[in-house]
Nanobody
Framework: QVQLVESGGGSVQAGGSLRLSCVMS????????VGWFQQAPGKERELVAT???????NYADSVKGRFTVSRDNERNMAYLQMNSLRPEDTGVYFC?????????WGQGTQVTVSS
């Protein structure tokens, strides 16, 4: 059974930085493209950053140039470095593979950015 545990969220002022971590167990992590999803208050969960098996990356326009996604296959971990944070980055952040059927979602980690 796949388990996903996200951490690293917090409350910061606009312009600040956070680094999110995700550890995945019960899966051959290196075989999958993985992504970070943002669920903003009252909105659908949205994919904002992807790291492929090749370690190439892709970003939503809203975070391009500010966020950096990476992975460590030896540790079964994914990371999201978030810089120049904006109030609209507020939400719960989750990691998962990028296409359905998704693994069971973790609890996510809350990011709150104040202006």
């Amino acid at each position: 059974q796949v388990q996903l545990v996200e951490s690293g969220g917090g409350s910061v002022q606009a312009g600040g930085s956070l680094r999110l971590s995700c550890v995945m167990s019960g899966v051959q992590f290196s075989n999958y493209a993985v992504g970070w999803f943002q669920q903003a208050p009252g909105k659908e969960r949205e994919l904002v950053a992807t790291v492929f098996m090749s370690e190439s990356t892709n970003y939503a326009d809203s975070v391009k140039g500010r966020f950096t996604v990476s992975r460590d296959n030896e540790r079964n971990m994914a990371y999201l470095q978030m810089n120049s944070l904006r109030p609209e980055d507020t939400g719960v952040y989750f990691c998962n593979k990028i296409r359905a059927p998704f693994w069971s979602w973790g609890q996510g980690t809350q990011v709150t950015v104040s202006s």
